[in-house]
Structure formats: structure tokens, C-alpha cells
């Protein structure tokens, strides 16, 4: 069973929670003076990296730090393919509005 679709709202408001992040690039490393495999998400925040994430593995940091570019891209991603679902929409409508009208232009010259 596919997932429903997203609806034009609903992409919006990902992409507008997107554009509110804290701008990137984010970066994940590992916090020095911890024991534990902990990760710091920061970014560049003038002259020091600001922590804006910590969690307890390296490959939900690998994962949180590729989100803020991630997100934009998946997001263009989507506008792309649906601009081209919807010109092939149209260019199959128009295609098949010519057919009928050829297929129908010569029955009109007959009669």
C-alpha cells in the first residue's frame, strides 16, 4: 500500500521549517571530554561552533548533521518530479486532444 501524498501545504511547511533552522553547514564530531560515543551537532556561529544537537551515536549524528542540507534537496527533488509529472500530464492531454480531433477531422470533412 503507497503512502498517501503530500499535499503542496505540507511541503511548505517542511520548507519553511527548513528555511528557520539554523543556517549550515552543520557539522558532526565527537565530544572530547565525554567517556560515552556522544556526538555534538554545531555550526559556525561567529568566531566559536555553537552546539545546536548532542546524542548518544555516531550514526544518528552522521544522520542529524546531513539533515539541514538533506532536507532543501529532497525538497527540490520533489518540486522537480512534480513539474515533470505535471508536464507529462498535460503533454498526454494535449496529445490525445489532437488524436481525437485528427481521428474526427476527416469524419467532419465527409459529412
Request: charged share 25%.
Amino acid at each position: 500500500m503507497s503512502a498517501p501524498r503530500m499535499t503542496l501545504a505540507e511541503r511548505e511547511a517542511i520548507r519553511q521549517r527548513a528555511d528557520k533552522a539554523t543556517k549550515g553547514p552543520w557539522d558532526q564530531g565527537n565530544a572530547p571530554d565525554l567517556k560515552h560515543a556522544v556526538f555534538n551537532i554545531s555550526v559556525v556561529d561567529g568566531l566559536a561552533d555553537r552546539v545546536i544537537a548532542q546524542g548518544c551515536s555516531d550514526v544518528d549524528g552522521d544522520f542529524i548533521a546531513h539533515v539541514r542540507s538533506d532536507v532543501p534537496a529532497l525538497l527540490a527533488e520533489v518540486e522537480r518530479l512534480t513539474t515533470a509529472i505535471e508536464d507529462a500530464l498535460t503533454y498526454h492531454q494535449t496529445t490525445h486532444i489532437h488524436a481525437v480531433l485528427r481521428a474526427a477531422l476527416p469524419a467532419a470533412e465527409e459529412g
